[in-house]
């Protein structure tokens, strides 16, 4: 069976192609929060990327330099190399 992560995940993604930044942070928030309970932590780096970059984009950039610096250590502790250069590159150059 394929596993696609957790709904929160999905429905927080699709929000933030909708732009709905409201709905999508609070499900992406959701889905870091689950990840972190099961202790799936590739799917929780996945969740973190893509929460900061919803917060980027929302305009809540302190937040979400952090929330970003989580997601690529977590990602470069799994070796997950593409998931840590988007969390690097999503936050912009000063």
């Excluded at 394929?2 to 942070?25: F, H, K, M, N, Q």
């Excluded at 502790?77 to 998931?83: K, N, Y």
């Amino acid at each position: 069976e394929l596993y696609a992560g957790p709904v929160s995940l999905c429905v927080g993604s699709l929000e933030s192609c909708l732009e709905r930044w409201t709905d999508a942070i609070a499900h992406l928030d959701q889905a870091v929060d689950e990840t972190s309970a099961l202790g799936a932590r590739s799917w929780r780096a996945r969740s973190l990327l893509r929460l900061g970059e919803a917060l980027m984009a929302s305009g809540e950039e302190g937040r979400a330099h952090d929330v970003l610096a989580d997601a690529r250590r977590e990602a470069e502790a799994l070796g997950m190399s593409a998931v840590a250069r988007r969390a690097t590159e999503a936050v912009p150059s000063s």
